[in-house]
């Protein structure tokens, strides 16, 4: 054999794109052979989660670019076809190589370049719906009363008036009652 094996060189890429990326968040080992980067920031418009999956015989043939993540719902399909196209012909240069790296790190210095057709309406009207969905669910909640049993109800009745509001002076002091219980004070002599 001319090199190591298809599962060496994986092998080997694994362990080094995990030392790598140690302590990154955007990055993600999903499989031993299934890798995710996110590119740009959190939320942005303009970012995009890159999902790179090797086949048996990487790094001879190319891996699978994906960018079908939920993520990724907020970009317009024309950009995300343009992504996977530009990626794949930078990865044709590096067949026979390990290139997960190159790819992401490529990916993340041509961001702007690779999504200068996504446009910020795409996203805002997603987050709107997501807005009056969640008002919906709070309606929903605000709607559910407290079931009380008749007891409950009357005891509650005896103790607020037609409104459900306790009567006027339910907690003052009787002062005649409070001075026979406290006595007086020395001082008062």
């Known amino acids: ?4 094996s298809s599962e060496e060189s ?31 920031d959190t939320g942005h418009f303009k970012s995009f989660l890159l999902e790179i999956v090797w086949g ?3 790094p001879t043939e190319m891996p699978n670019i994906n960018l079908d993540a939920f993520y990724n719902n907020h970009i317009c399909a024309e950009v995300k076809c343009n992504v996977v196209m530009k990626i794949n ?5 590096w067949l026979e190589s390990a290139m997960t790296y190159t790819l992401f790190e490529w990916a993340k210095e041509n961001a702007d370049v690779l999504m200068t057709n996504q446009v ?14 969640e008002v919906q669910q709070t309606k929903k909640i605000k709607e559910k009363k407290e079931h009380m049993s008749k007891a409950q109800k009357r005891k509650l009745a005896d103790k607020t008036d037609f409104k459900g509001e306790k009567p006027r002076g ?17 001082g008062d002599v």
Do not use: C
């Not at 054999?1 to 190591?4: L, V």
């Not at 910020?120 to 969905?133: G, K, L, P």
């Open 170 to 186: 339910w907690n003052w002091v009787d002062i005649v009652k409070h001075l026979s219980k406290t006595g007086k004070s020395h």
């Open 56 to 58: 048996e015989k990487y």
């Open 10 to 40: 994986q092998d080997e890429e694994r362990q080094v794109l995990l030392s790598i990326y140690e302590g990154d968040d955007n990055f993600k080992e999903l499989t031993p052979t299934t890798f995710q980067y996110l590119v740009g």
């Open 120 to 133: 910020e309406q795409v996203i805002q009207s997603r987050n709107a719906s997501d807005a009056t969905t």
């Open 89 to 93: 012909e930078e990865g044709e240069q």
């Open 1 to 4: 054999m001319d090199g190591p």
